[in-house]
């Protein structure tokens, strides 16, 4: 490379990667956004548009016959020609890679309006051009399908080309709309149709395959180092542009150790803009720092920042250059990292003094990995501040120590990081700071930067605690919103979507009530909460009876709260579980009581729906509950498969016999202990039967109350056949699964849907909804007197 009469050598890869840039999203975004307005329109208001169009053109269709024809004719030249004059710039331009992606452009825009109802219909255009010439080319002008084409193929081409030939050829593709006006007077709809899907087409095909870097401006940059004082002589490629800047060594003139160049793309930092927007939105306001506008601005920020440690003497790099150059690159420039990076066998004590004089001057670095922090001269210095913050927060200098704490104990331990923060910072301000010790609160940097990441912050968590004389370290919450609060978000609309058909019935119910008899109702409601009583023995039992057994009977309604309004009853069991923990209960025997009650339960219940299905089989009619041979096929095959799965995917094997073969052994091992011990059995067994049996005497007290003839024996197999699809349902509580079996069953055995449909209403609202509505407060309760 030859600058300014000196030849300087450069060595390395500086061929630029395909990007894909916000840019790229955003145009899929929009163009999507267009043809669904597009579409929808064409559907509802198409007769209001071209009456519309037909207003306009009468206004501004001022050209003769003569004058028409003319323009169809040069506009349709220009137009045919267009596709062909982009192919010859990319061929100019040498984008020989862009060729397949632009030919596939073309050819999807044209194929997805070609379909039709009656398969595919081809394009029909003709060159008889013994018809009139303007005939000939409106057909081209008319149909969508070349214009979809020409559309798509600009969108792909135009982050190639020079931006003055993209502006002429959209100009000239989107003048379409006027001259049809002036000319045809009405835009054919199907036109703007086009338009939308090339254009979509074009954008998808864009994100996938991908937008150019530019040229990288070597020269300018080698210009601007020499404003600076900086005579580069050789160039040397240290790591290639990708996501992060294209990064090379500059040997320098008059200087030993070569200088550090960083040059930053325009489209080297895609979606960083969108990341900082979601973190925003997904962080507290106190978490993030304020929004970098540009890339430009965010390499400032990093070189003003390392500028201002660098005075502290605590920077192991110096700023030599930072520089705007030409097509939207910038340069920044900086020595060569003092020091080696932090390891196990450097004295853990120096990166905390470095970082109690970072926060003494109300810095914070926030990004504090190994690699990011070096030692030079026995002193820590460090390296990377594009996390940094001049004037930081509280919250910004406790996220720092949680940071390093995590390192730290990486690196050398849990007890002498520990002990060096605390020396450092003070007993009370590493306590504080531990609260962020948790795995969401660490930055993902941190996590990739850490092995064991769960190990490090846990043991660190624990060294704390033992080091502080702290009980417990309260979590901070660090997000506005958290990935199980959006579950169940979508989950809450799901619910109401299952749930609808039957709130649509509920002025019917009420109707219904006015007849019922209440004394069934009040019976069914008393054996309903006797079920409460039931579970609690139960549980009281696989706990070896060492808990409160009038607190625990407390606990099963809110245990009804928390297993409705999760999917599975997953919340019911962990609130089990620390029920238990707070009662003394350590969390191996809490776990093992839970997982052995849901045992005998299942046992008992599967028990129960043998028997029960036996007896109402010699009085009743079960073809109704048996599938057919077809689905009883399916379902056989598909439990193959998942047995062949898991036996031939080594992955799930080594899942089945290292986390689900130990607890299962566990289990199996309770199992056999309860036998030799028939009175506990038995009263774990009481009261997991009368959990069953009371929810089918809920439901036949329910059908009673409205007048409903059917037997017991009946009612319990339509039970628990709704209890194990409730189960199964991923809504919680099961809603609308459950309502749905427990109606089609009492139907199946000849309840009328009028007896059939409020009997199950009210079941529900006993043993489901106005627990849940009891649940909340109680549950409120507890955690106030420390019991969950």
């Given at each position: 490379m030859r600058v300014d009469g000196r030849e300087i050598t450069v060595a390395g890869r500086l061929l630029q990667p395909l990007t894909r840039r916000t840019n790229d999203i955003l145009r899929l975004a929009v163009a999507t956004v267009l043809l669904a307005v597009v579409i929808t329109s064409s559907l509802i208001t198409r007769n209001d548009w071209v009456g519309l169009e037909k207003s306009i053109s009468n206004i501004v269709g001022v050209l003769t016959p003569t004058q028409s024809n003319l323009v169809y004719l040069a506009y349709g030249i220009t137009i045919l020609a267009l596709p062909f004059v982009i192919l010859i710039g990319l061929i100019i331009s040498r984008q020989f890679k862009l060729l397949g992606a632009y030919a596939a452009a073309g050819m999807v825009s044209i194929l997805a309006l070609s379909i039709t109802a009656n398969g595919i219909a081809a394009p029909r255009w003709h060159f008889d051009l013994f018809d009139r010439l303007n005939t000939t080319l409106s057909q081209f002008l008319d149909d969508p399908r070349w214009i979809a084409m020409l559309a798509a193929m600009l969108t792909v081409s135009g982050p190639w080309v020079p931006a003055r030939w993209?502006?002429?050829?959209?100009?000239?593709?989107?003048?379409?709309?006027?001259?049809?006006?002036?000319?045809?007077?009405?835009?054919?709809?199907?036109?703007?149709?086009?338009?939308?899907?090339?254009?979509?087409v074009g954008a998808l095909t864009v994100l996938l395959v991908g937008t150019p870097a530019l040229e990288v401006p070597l020269v300018e940059a080698v210009r601007a180092l020499g404003r600076r004082q900086v005579t580069v002589t050789a160039m040397q490629v240290l790591r290639p542009a990708g996501p992060g800047p294209l990064v090379l060594s500059a040997t320098c003139a008059g200087s030993d150790e070569p200088a550090v160049v960083e040059l930053y793309g325009p489209n080297q930092r895609s979606g960083g803009a969108l990341r900082q927007i979601w973190r925003y939105l997904r962080l507290r306001r106190n978490e993030t720092g304020p929004l970098q506008t540009s890339m430009r601005r965010a390499v400032e920020h990093r070189a003003l920042m390392t500028i201002a440690v660098d005075d502290?003497?605590?920077?192991?790099?110096?700023?030599?250059?930072?520089?705007?150059?030409?097509?939207?690159?910038?340069?920044?420039?900086?020595?060569?990292?003092?020091?080696?990076?932090?390891?196990?066998?450097?004295?853990?004590?120096?990166?905390?003094?470095?970082?109690?004089?970072?926060?003494?001057?109300?810095?914070?670095?926030?990004?504090?990995?190994?690699?990011k922090i070096t030692l030079d001269e026995d002193k820590a210095r460090f390296g990377g501040f594009d996390n940094s913050e001049y004037g930081a927060s509280d919250t910004q200098l406790q996220s720092d120590i949680a940071q390093l704490l995590v390192t730290t104990t990486a690196l050398h331990g849990a007890k002498p990081a520990v002990t060096a923060a605390i020396t450092s910072f003070g007993r009370d301000t590493v306590l504080t700071a531990s609260r962020r010790l948790t795995k969401s609160a660490m930055p993902q940097r941190i996590r990739k930067s850490v092995i064991d990441i769960k190990t490090s912050v846990t043991s660190a968590r624990d060294e704390v605690k033992r080091q502080t004389g702290a009980d417990q370290i309260q979590t901070e919450t660090i997000t506005r919103f958290t990935r199980n609060q959006l579950i169940q978000m979508v989950l809450l609309v799901a619910l109401v979507y299952v749930a609808y058909p039957f709130i649509s019935t509920v002025p019917a119910f009420f109707a219904e009530l006015r007849t019922a008899n209440w004394w069934w109702a009040l019976l069914g409601l008393a054996v309903s909460a006797l079920t409460y009583v039931g579970a609690a023995a139960a549980l009281w039992a696989c706990a070896s009876e060492q808990v409160n057994f009038k607190n625990l009977t407390i606990m099963q309604v809110a245990n009804t709260f928390a297993a409705t309004t999760t999917p599975a009853g997953v919340g019911g069991l962990a609130l089990s579980t620390r029920f238990l923990q707070k009662s003394g209960l350590g969390t191996v025997r809490a776990t093992a009581a839970v997982a052995l009650q849901q045992s005998v339960q299942v046992i008992t219940h599967v028990a129960l729906l043998i028997f029960f299905s036996a007896v109402a089989g010699a009085s009743a009619n079960l073809s109704h509950f048996v599938p057919s041979a077809t689905v009883l096929y399916l379902i056989a095959g598909a439990a193959l498969g998942v047995v062949g799965t898991f036996m031939l995917v080594p992955k799930a094997r080594r899942w089945l016999g290292t986390e689900v073969g130990p607890r299962l052994k566990e289990v199996g091992q309770d199992l056999a202990d309860l036998v030799r011990e028939p009175k506990r059995l038995a009263l774990i067994v009481l009261g997991c039967g009368a959990t069953t049996l009371g929810a089918a005497l809920a439901l036949w007290a329910s059908v009673e109350a409205f007048g409903g003839d059917v037997s017991f024996v009946t009612v319990t197999v339509v039970t628990m056949i709704g209890g194990t699809l409730?189960?199964?349902?991923?809504?919680?509580?099961?809603?609308?699964?459950?309502?749905?079996?427990?109606?089609?069953?009492?139907?199946?055995?000849?309840?009328?849907?009028?007896?059939?449909?409020?009997?199950?209403?009210?079941?529900?609202?006993?043993?489901?909804?106005?627990?849940?509505?009891?649940?909340?407060?109680?549950?409120?309760?507890l955690t106030r007197n420390d019991m969950i």
């Open positions: 993209r502006r002429w050829w959209w100009t000239l593709l989107l003048a379409f709309v006027p001259i049809h006006l002036v000319v045809s007077a009405v835009v054919p709809a199907r036109s703007v149709l086009g338009l939308s899907v090339g254009w979509f502290l003497g605590l920077s192991n790099t110096t700023t030599m250059a930072v520089a705007a150059l030409d097509r939207g690159w910038t340069l920044y420039a900086h020595t060569w990292p003092r020091g080696d990076a932090l390891s196990s066998d450097d004295p853990v004590e120096t990166a905390w003094e470095s970082l109690r004089q970072l926060h003494d001057h109300q810095i914070a670095h926030g990004d504090l990995r190994a690699v409730a189960s199964a349902a991923p809504t919680p509580g099961g809603v609308g699964a459950v309502e749905a079996a427990l109606i089609g069953g009492l139907a199946a055995f000849g309840v009328p849907a009028a007896v059939a449909v409020p009997s199950v209403l009210l079941y529900r609202v006993l043993t489901c909804w106005l627990p849940v509505f009891i649940g909340w407060p109680v549950m409120r309760w």
